[in-house]
């Protein structure tokens, strides 16, 4: 089973700040099969990014994917106040698994 | 718009049985698989397996083998997932998530918590 650990575990940051969010993966994830989730309190999970850069349907421009092999990033170019949330990333290259999460809180 | 519409949160106590249903509308409900995801308190989201709409057969993940069963009603587009003698431990929200595509999930129902206490 592939093992993926996101860090940091929380992103402390103010709105319209950068926030980069990093996905490593225990083993090299096929073909960039790693998409990332947004989580906000009390909701659903939300497909963002898939194929590591792709954004989903209706997805803004500022968030963005990218990475190979073990190591992904999702950035934020600038925090807007509805992207306070937990950020999940998932490897659906062999099988699948989800990291445990990062929270982007507001400082 | 494609939807997923789950029932509503459970109390079960330890050793009961309890069904969550996933009704989905919106597009062709054959056409993509379900996926099961679990997200325990404050914890973080746990694939459980995933059901062929077409032809019934589920896949259950490591850990989520024996008291758990996926099963549908195609006539009404809707998705079970039935959890046999409850445990605190199953205490979660249950999620269902149509496959998008390779293991992508899109979109998600809104989730269903079910609580084991006695």
């Known amino acids: 089973e592939i093992v993926l650990t996101q860090s940091p575990g929380t992103l402390s940051l103010s709105p319209g700040e950068r926030a980069t969010l990093s996905c490593r993966a225990s083993?090299?994830?096929?073909?960039?099969?790693l998409a990332w989730y947004q989580q906000k309190p009390g909701q659903a999970p939300r497909l963002l990014i898939y194929g590591a850069s792709s954004r989903a349907t209706g997805i803004p421009d500022r968030f963005s994917g990218s990475g190979s092999g073990t190591d992904f990033t999702l950035t934020i170019s600038r925090l807007e106040p509805e992207d306070f949330a937990v950020y999940y990333c998932q490897q659906y290259g062999s099988s699948q698994t989800f990291g445990q999460g990062t929270k982007v809180e507001i400082k | 718009q494609v939807q997923l519409v789950q029932s509503g949160s459970e109390l079960k106590k330890p050793g009961a049985s309890v069904k969550v249903s996933c009704k989905a509308s919106g597009y062709t409900f054959t056409s993509y698989a379900m996926n099961w995801v679990r997200q325990a308190p404050g914890q973080g989201l746990e694939w459980m397996g995933w059901?062929?709409?077409?032809?019934?057969?589920?896949t259950y993940a490591q850990g989520f083998t024996g008291r758990f069963v996926f099963s549908l009603d195609t006539s009404v587009s809707t998705a079970y997932l039935q959890i046999s003698s409850l445990k605190a431990e199953d205490t979660a929200v249950y999620y269902c998530?149509?496959?998008?595509?390779?293991?992508?999930?899109?979109?998600w129902g809104q989730g269903t918590l079910v609580t084991v206490s006695s």
């Open positions: 998530a149509r496959d998008w595509g390779g293991w992508l999930h899109s979109p």
């Open positions: 059901i062929n709409t077409n032809t019934g057969n589920p």
């Open positions: 083993q090299s994830v096929s073909s960039s099969y």
